[in-house]
Every structure is written in C-alpha cells, then in structure tokens.
C-alpha cells in the first residue's frame, strides 16, 4: 500500500544529525542545565504560527547526556536544536501539544482562532543555535513552520528562580542523567492539604510501579513532588458552574469533553515544575470527579479520590492511563467513548502512535515482528457483544443514583466479553481503535489504552514504554 512509505515520514532529521558517543560530547555543546523556550502557538483548523514568547534558565539539565537526538519517531511535532558553528543536530525531541488536539473540534473547524502556550526545553546550549520546529501533515510527512537564532549570552534570557516550591523526594534511585525524572505537581490541594498531596504522590508512584513494564523497571526513575498551594480546594468544573481559584489553572471540560481535564497555564505549570529536575511531568488535581488527560511529553493529568470507595481503583486505572500518552507516546485504543476530536486519525494515514494501525496486513502492520504465523490478521474478536454493552453504558444517565453501580456492572459484562476471547492472550490487529470502530486496529484485545479496568499494558505497548526507559535512562 501506498500509505506504507509514509510510516517511515523522515521526521528524523534532515539536517546531519548523530549520535553522542560518551559524555564529552555533551560537554562540547551544552553545559548541565536547562534552556527553556516559551511561545504562543496560534492558528485555526489547517493554519498555525509558532509565536515566541520567554526563555528561561532552570536549573540542572535532567536528561541523558547520551542520548540527545531522537531515534524514537513519536509525537505531533519535532523540535531540532543545531549547532549553528557545525550544522549538526545536536538535540531533538518529538512531542505534541494542546493546539493540534484544538485544531481537530468544531471550534477550529469553524474558523475561529486560538493561542496556546507551549515550552521546548533542551540543555543549556555554549554556543548559538539554531531551533526549528516541524509539523506532520495529514500524510505525515514533515514540514518545518518555524525556525529562530538563539544565543545562550542573550540578556532575554530570564536566569531568577523560578519556583520557590518545597521539593520532596519520593523515589531517588540516582544520577538524574541516567534515570528518568518525573515531577509530581499537585493542583486544588491548599496548604492545609499538602499532607494529602504528598500521600496522593506516593500513592501514584506505587500504582505506577505495581504495573508492568514499570515494575520491572523502578530502579531507572527518580520521582519528585513539588507542592503547589492553591488558595481554593479542587478545580474548576464549568459544566457545574463550580470555579475555584486553583494554582495551575487544571479544568474539566476541555474542549467541551466533561471528564477531559487539561490546563492551558503553561508558563505557571513550567514554572513550578522547574523546581524539580524532570524529563516528564504529572499533575494530580484533588478532586473526586472521574477525569484526566495525557499529552505526549506534555504532561499526564489525573484526577485522584474515588467517586466511591468502590470506584477507588479507577483513578488509580487513570493515572496510569494518562501517563501512557505522555511517556510512550501511546495512543488511546477504545473507541466508542465520546471525544471532542473530529477525525483525529485521517481515513487511510498510518497513525504515529506505535499502538495504533490503519494496516493489519502481515507484510505491514507496524507491530508484525510480534505476531505468530498461526493468529489470523485482522485477529477475530466477538465486537459485535462488546458494542453492545458499550452503547448500553453509553446511554446511562450520571445524574441518576444508581449510574455508578450500573457503570459498573456493565464494566464488569464487558471485562468478561474480553476475557472470553481465544485470541486474548497473543498479539494481533483487532479492529476498533483510536475513536474510530472501523479502519483502526490494536495490537491486543484488552490493555491499559483500551478498557476501563486495571488490566497492564499489552505487549506493544510495553515494548514501546520500555524503549523510552532505555532512551533516557543511559
Ligand atoms: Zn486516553
């Protein structure tokens, strides 16, 4: 198929890119700590415009000093750090960001247009760069929409603390160079709630940390809380009419999705977390309202009290979930859940994402070394009884009393459907994936980026989660 070429989109690198050999390398280009780039991202449906803002000293670069160009072809977009004496790449991330998920609603459909904050960070550069940033196309080839000259001695470049927030350390395993570090931020706790915000930490590394492939992979991480002090408890839920005065400025209803919560209040968000060193960024919002959300080397969200003592383990199933997108790049595998997104994944493209496939052909499905010779592909599954379940739960009312227990109960009709299937245990292409019940396949029938439940991440997915392990923990 034609699509197949586009799979391997250069991405990567069009200017001479390499690899770091040893750490002297790093030390010929950049010193150890942090160089962050603010801008404004602008546009509307099919237009956008990249806007500076600020650059930011922060403090010690958290990073590899190893591996500083991107081999792992993930993400939206694609910034490219180059030395601009030698022309070499010598740093580059992909990711994505709120704007693009903007650009798929109604609201950018109709024309109107929006701004969003965003950061890059990289390590703080010796000498000037040239930074540029790329954008996929619908085909997903690559397209640079902004490039700019930055000098390190530049006096635009803020060097005052930017968070005079209390650390804690809640897993040190070593050097920051070599682990991965994330940064826990709490928003909605006030001051007399830090206490909770710290157990509410803690509890969400050993939920990270019970789930495979993570468990297996502790000793890589260090993890860190920084504690936020909110003037109001909880966060704001426009649909209720409920608004508080939270520090990060997290909220339901992001582009109109009730249990979608993301913030907009990048620059603040990036000024507490400079606190801390971190590679990835999670915030916990202290509420009770099911709801979160993820973004490739953004940051993971998640709400974190239960509805009910008995729906306790969804946040937990939530946290882990959102941390998916943001760490690996992982793509939602459900699809019959309501979105904001209008054809998030264009008819026919193959998605980036390295759970999701629009090809379940044995010659090109994106995870075909995985599959035995002996699993049929497209791999059968009873859809048609789990559909039906699912459009039941999906005309349940939340306003009346019983609705969690019947949620549940419909959880548990579907987690039986999944289980029954023969092919459960291996991995193939089932279709129905990426918000989209036909044309779309995942590797597996159940998995973390699929159903409600606390089953682990299927094989691709953690293949792809450890492969960003090993990126950032050399
Ligand atoms: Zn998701």
Request: proline share 4%; aromatic share 14%; glycine share 6%.
């Amino acid at each position: 198929m034609k699509k197949r070429a586009l799979l391997f989109c250069f991405f990567l690198f069009t200017t001479s890119a390499f690899g770091f050999g040893n750490e002297e390398k790093f030390s010929t280009y950049f010193r150890d700590a942090t160089l962050r780039y603010d801008f404004y991202h602008v546009g509307t449906k099919g237009e956008e415009r990249i806007v500076p803002d600020k650059m930011y000293e922060e403090g010690t670069w958290a990073g590899s000093l190893v591996n500083l160009v991107d081999t792992l072809n993930l993400g939206e977009y694609l910034f490219k750090v180059i030395d601009m004496k030698t022309n070499r790449v010598v740093y580059s991330r992909g990711y994505s960001c709120m704007f693009n998920e903007w650009q798929t609603t109604d609201e950018a459909a109709s024309g109107v247009y929006r701004s969003f904050q965003e950061s890059v960070r990289f390590p703080y550069p010796l000498h000037s760069v040239q930074l540029t940033i790329s954008r996929r196309d619908k085909r997903m080839i690559c397209r640079e929409i902004f490039s700019a000259e930055i000098n390190p001695a530049s006096p635009e470049i803020h060097h005052e603390t930017l968070s005079p927030s209390k650390v804690i350390s809640i897993i040190k395993n070593g050097d920051s160079h070599k682990k991965v570090d994330i940064v826990i931020l709490g928003d909605g706790y006030t001051n007399d709630e830090m206490k909770k915000f710290d157990d509410d930490a803690k509890h969400f590394a050993s939920d990270l940390f019970s789930t495979s492939p993570f468990k297996e992979r502790e000793k890589d991480f260090n993890i860190w809380g920084v504690e936020v002090a909110s003037h109001e408890s909880g966060i704001d839920q426009p649909d209720r009419r409920l608004w508080v005065d939270n520090a990060l400025g997290t909220s339901y209803n992001t582009f109109g999705s009730a249990r979608y919560v993301l913030t907009d209040e990048n620059r603040v968000v990036r000024n507490y977390a400079a606190a801390a060193p971190y590679d990835f960024m999670i915030i916990l919002v202290n509420t009770n309202r099911y709801g979160g959300g993820g973004i490739y080397q953004l940051y993971a969200i998640s709400y974190t009290i239960g509805e009910t003592p008995a729906t306790a383990w969804q946040a937990d199933y939530v946290c882990v979930h959102e941390f998916g997108h943001c760490f690996a790049g992982l793509g939602d595998e459900y699809y019959s859940s309501s979105v904001a997104y209008n054809n998030f994944y264009p008819k026919g493209v193959e998605p980036w994402e390295p759970n999701l496939s629009a090809d379940p052909s044995r010659e090109h499905l994106k995870w075909r070394g995985m599959v035995s010779s002996t699993t049929p592909l497209p791999t059968p599954w009873n859809k048609t009884g789990f559909d039906s379940i699912e459009n039941e739960r999906a005309t349940l009312n939340p306003s009346l009393s019983n609705y969690l227990d019947s949620r549940q109960e419909l959880l548990e009709a579907e987690r039986k459907v999944l289980e029954a299937q023969k092919y459960k245990t291996v991995v193939g292409a089932f279709e129905g994936a990426g918000y989209s019940s036909t044309g779309l396949y995942r590797p597996s029938v159940d998995c973390r980026m699929f159903s409600l439940s606390l089953t682990g991440f299927d094989p691709v997915c953690s293949r792809a989660i450890e492969n960003m392990i090993d990126f950032y923990a050399k």
